[in-house]
């Protein structure tokens, strides 16, 4: 069956050359998009009720863009200059660029990883001295802990953030060919609006690992994956789906 719409469960990029403009122009595509998860910040009492005191670490580990918003708004909220000194390990190349956000970043000692959280622990590894800490929501994926503990490091975990499901009860009477998700979450939204959903036609895309199992754990047919060594962006993954389905020349 061929692709005509795809419902993207992430705002809508605010970027003008986004790669799913692309998309939609090149192979005539309707895409929209609409997030199915929010996220709430969690206020500097709750964080100090955790007995985290950003004073006892010389270490950020981040996950996310949320992350990094939510450690800097904490930060300030708790009063805590951010010294220069502190180091900060981040997953992505993407995620380290959105830290100039807040700081100056040849000033500053950023270690990167490739994608997964596991690259990063060669980095980590080398700095097993520090004291890290890693601020991240209340639904903390389940490969960081075994991988931190097993490095052998002091390491603490924060929830600076919220992870909560929207209402899309508006979306209950429209079709989209095409779902993709981006985290576990997503997929619990889906199933939490729509508890008697039946995928049919539809087909899934999912990013990641752990979003692949909680699509399988739903009992969802998985159609489109990424990131894979050819795909490893979503677009891509898309892209080169629509390419075979929709029989483009």
């Known amino acids: 069956m061929k692709v005509k719409t795809i419902l993207v469960s992430q705002p809508e990029p605010k970027v003008e050359n986004s790669p799913y403009f692309e998309l939609q122009q090149k192979h005539k595509v309707k895409v929209d998009f609409r997030s199915f998860i929010q996220v709430e910040g969690v206020s500097a009492k709750d964080v100090r009720a955790q007995k985290i005191d950003l004073n006892n670490y010389s270490a950020i580990i981040l996950t996310s863009k949320f992350a990094v918003d939510h450690f800097f708004r904490v930060a300030e909220e708790m009063r805590y200059k951010v010294p220069e000194t502190l180091k900060y390990f981040c997953q992505s190349e993407a995620i380290a660029f959105y830290l100039q956000k807040y700081v100056v970043y040849r000033k500053r000692k950023i270690y990167v990883g490739q ?135």
């Open 115 to 249: 994608k997964d959280f596991a690259d990063m622990a060669p980095l980590i590894k080398k700095y097993k001295d520090e004291k890290f800490l890693l601020p991240a929501s209340d639904q903390l994926n389940h490969d960081i802990p075994p991988t931190l503990n097993g490095l052998k490091i002091d390491w603490t975990p924060g929830t600076f953030y919220k992870t909560v499901m929207s209402d899309l009860s508006d979306l209950k009477d429209v079709y989209y060919d095409v779902l993709a998700f981006f985290t576990p979450t997503g997929i619990k939204s889906l199933f939490k609006n729509f508890p008697d959903f039946q995928q049919n036609n539809t087909r899934i895309a999912v990013f990641g690992s752990t979003t692949q199992k909680e699509a399988l754990d739903h009992g969802l047919r998985i159609d489109i994956m990424a990131p894979t060594p050819d795909t490893p962006s979503m677009t891509m993954a898309l892209e080169k789906y629509i390419a075979k389905v929709n029989k483009e020349k």
